[in-house]
Structures are given as C-alpha cells and as structure tokens.
Nanobody
Framework: QVQLVESGGGLVQPGGSLRLSCTTS????????MYWFRQVPGKGLEFISR????????IYVDFVRGRFTISRDNAKNTLYLQMNSLKSDDTAVYYC????????RGQGTQVTVSS
C-alpha cells in the first residue's frame, strides 16, 4: 500500500535550519507530483510547496518562498524540504503528500521554532 513517512523535524532556534525528508513506497514516485503541507493545531492544512516529477518545476507559497527549498531524489523515492531562516510562525506539523488535496499523506513531523 501507499506509505509516506516524514522525518527530520525537531526543535530549532529562530533563524535556524532543518531538512525534512519523506520516504515513500507503494506507488511510482518518479512519475508523481509531490507536495508539502503544514498544520498548526486548531487550523487547517496549509499548502507549502509542490514539485513536478522530474524536479525541475517547483512552486512555493509566498510566506516560505526564498527560505524553503523542495527537492526530490527519484532513485531513493524520497522527497525533501530544506527549511532555512526559520521563524516561530513556522512551528507546525509538516506533512508530505502525493495529491494536491493532501488526502494521501504521511503521519507528519513536528517542527518547533523557539528560543
């Protein structure tokens, strides 16, 4: 079955960096558009970024553009999110997904930005 497993979250100080990973199985990763979302408790899922199958086309929501970078390694069936210049507002659970509605997503990884 389809599995997506996020990792790499944690506690980081403002201005710091984290790299999230999403390992996948059960579908053809190399032909799939992939997505990152995040969710703050009490709020809905927020779209963060999207990458096309060959990794050459990416889009970002305004509030992360220039700070976050989405990438992928199709040989490893893995999606990444490099997060730099983190702010307290970036504190959330981050999810990778294989559809734009995030209907199929992982269990999430917690990112906490705090001094």
């Amino acid at each position: 079955q389809v599995q997506l497993v996020e990792s790499g979250g944690g506690l980081v100080q403002p201005g710091g960096s984290l790299r999230l990973s999403c390992t996948t199985s059960g579908f053809i990763f190399g032909t799939s558009w992939m997505y990152w979302f995040r969710q703050v408790p009490g709020k809905g899922l927020e779209f963060i970024s999207r990458i096309n199958p060959d990794g050459r086309s990416t889009i970002y929501v305004d509030f992360v553009r220039g700070r976050f970078t989405i990438s992928r390694d199709n040989a490893k069936n893995t999606l990444y999110l490099q997060m730099n210049s983190l702010k307290s507002d970036d504190t959330a659970v981050y999810y990778c997904a294989k559809d734009p509605g995030a209907g199929t997503r992982g269990q999430g990884t917690q990112v906490t930005v705090s001094s």
